[in-house]
């Protein structure tokens, strides 16, 4: 499979928890993305990052949220001492080149259920 | 400023009619890209057609085309033949000029029924 890979597919958390989402991008993409999309709305963007660096995470809340793309190994977004309002679906996506004219190819998403 | 704008949020169509969806934006920026997602009821995000800002002829790729008016800042996707395989949730998305995120629509959810 030569698709973006998310694991898992389905977290549930109780309140308080640490919740761990991975990525690993598509072969040969330097550039991944994370989106949240909550019930009934479109994907709003998180953060984007190259190998071990953020270039921008205008998108993130300021506080509980990281993100993170080793050299090494899948991109992850952890997400702190959840809270029942992040309950949603977080996709990433990854790119070859980055730039406006580049396709981002989605992962199957991660399906974040808050108790 | 809402840049991505999707007026219909359910369109129906009958199996083999095609069907347009709509789109606008804004943006002031002369370069940027204009993507079609396909999200069915399974959750995943199927990316189905891009456009440039500086493409001349409207993009196709198979039985999907979009028709992108720039002066009217429009980019309407438009699938022929529709099969039931179809029905999902139809997202346009926007990248600008000097950023690399996707800002989306809320989306129209499609049904195709026999």
């Known amino acids: 499979n030569a698709g973006v890979m998310q694991n898992p597919r389905h977290l549930v958390r109780r309140r308080g928890q640490e919740a761990r989402l991975r990525c690993s991008p598509m072969?040969?993409?330097?550039?991944v993305y994370w989106y949240r999309q909550l019930p009934e709305e479109g994907l709003k963007f998180m953060v984007y990052l190259q190998k071990e660096n953020i270039i921008d995470e205008s998108g993130m809340p300021k506080e509980r949220f990281s993100a993170e793309f080793p050299k090494e190994g899948p991109s992850i977004l952890r997400i702190q001492q959840v809270v029942r309002g992040d309950s949603a679906a977080y996709f990433c996506a990854s790119s070859l080149q980055g730039g406006s004219t580049d396709t981002q190819y989605f992962g199957p998403g991660t399906r974040l259920t808050v108790l | 400023a809402q840049k991505i704008t999707q007026t219909q949020p359910g369109m129906f169509v009958q199996e083999k009619e095609a069907v347009t969806l709509d789109c606008t934006y804004d943006?002031?920026?002369?370069?940027?890209?204009l993507f079609w997602y396909k999200q069915p009821s399974s959750g995943e995000m199927i990316f189905l057609i891009y456009q440039g800002s500086y493409d001349e002829q409207n993009a196709t790729e198979g039985r999907y085309s979009l028709n992108f008016q720039k002066a009217r800042k429009s980019a309407n996707l438009v699938i022929s033949a529709s099969q039931l395989g179809d029905s999902a949730m139809y997202f346009c998305a926007m990248r600008e000029g000097d950023t690399d995120k996707l800002i989306f629509g809320t989306g129209t959810r499609l049904q195709v029924f026999p």
């Open positions: 072969k040969g993409h330097s550039h």
């Open positions: 943006t002031s920026d002369q370069s940027y890209g």
